[in-house]
């Protein structure tokens, strides 16, 4: 008997609904027990101390070594990388190859972070924080086809770099910035500068909404040059910085070129509550 049976492949999604999904996954990622609505302190350590809401003693390690070391008794319940602790311990930092793991309680952990000046600092997380459990949403614009643009990039030589401020630091910082990226926008041409993020580039931008409809910090965009040297900038994939979501995070400011004078009317604006209130 011959099977007759066909299988009908899932429809193309269209680019609203891939647009909404994304939007459903932001929201998931922000309340995660690691997600920026649950981030309730970061403390640099340069000297022995306590850290805001949570037990132990702090501190540095000799220059070069990744991490802090924390001095608690077992009464404190501290555990690190699955240990309580009672006595000292090392907690590695991020950029170590096996970063600890801190946990302080049920809903309590921490990562010990490094700083780009070799010093390092603490991030407490609470996965039950008021801010996730005030959270609404995250307030966007409705999808837009016109704010897909096309354009080019064109890399820089190896070493470039560029500063740029930081919402909490006094002076720059040189990040890396692997190549220009023009595009054109209402007949005026824009060239702007994007640092390295991981495999993607990020562009951190402000426009004529920034403090008014949207945060006014400003937005970041991901993007990622293709082989012919186009990029495609989706301004409706722009998101809140992380600055935005919790005051504890220290977000890039946009540098001068990356000031847009007319408004980008796509992608995030604001955190709000379930009050309908800007939550942040």
Not at 230 to 238: K, M, S, Y
Request: contains cysteine.
């Amino acid at each position: 008997m011959t099977d007759t049976t066909t299988t009908q492949a899932a429809p193309t999604p269209t680019a609203e609904e891939r647009y909404s999904r994304f939007r459903s996954r932001r929201d998931e990622a922000v309340v995660q027990p690691k997600g920026f609505l649950a981030l309730v302190n970061t403390q640099w350590i340069d000297s022995e101390q306590p850290i805001w809401g949570v037990p132990g003693i702090w501190a540095p390690l000799p220059e070069g070594e990744s991490g802090l070391k924390v001095t608690a008794t077992a009464a404190d319940g501290i555990t690190v990388d699955g240990r309580l602790v009672d006595g000292e311990a090392i907690a590695r930092g991020r950029d170590s190859p096996a970063p600890s793991e801190i946990v302080f309680s049920d809903t309590v952990s921490g990562t010990v972070i490094a700083g780009h000046d070799g010093s390092y600092g603490l991030r407490v997380w609470d996965s039950a924080s008021d801010a996730i459990q005030q959270f609404g949403g995250i307030d966007a614009f409705d999808y837009d086809p016109s704010w897909v643009v096309s354009g080019r990039f064109a890399p820089n030589p190896d070493g470039t770099t560029a500063g740029f401020a930081h919402l909490k630091d006094e002076h720059t910082r040189e990040m890396v910035i692997p190549g220009e990226i023009t595009f054109e926008h209402d007949g005026t041409e824009y060239a702007v500068l994007a640092f390295k993020e991981g495999r993607a580039l990020q562009l951190v931008f402000s426009d004529a909404t920034s403090g008014d409809s949207t945060y006014s910090v400003g937005r970041f965009l991901f993007v990622a040059p293709n082989p012919d040297g186009t990029i495609t900038l989706d301004f409706n994939t722009a998101v809140l910085p992380p600055c935005a979501f919790s005051y504890n995070f220290n977000c890039p400011m946009p540098p001068k070129q990356n000031r847009f004078p007319f408004p980008v009317e796509a992608g995030e604006k604001n955190v709000v509550a379930k009050s309908g209130e800007l939550l942040h």
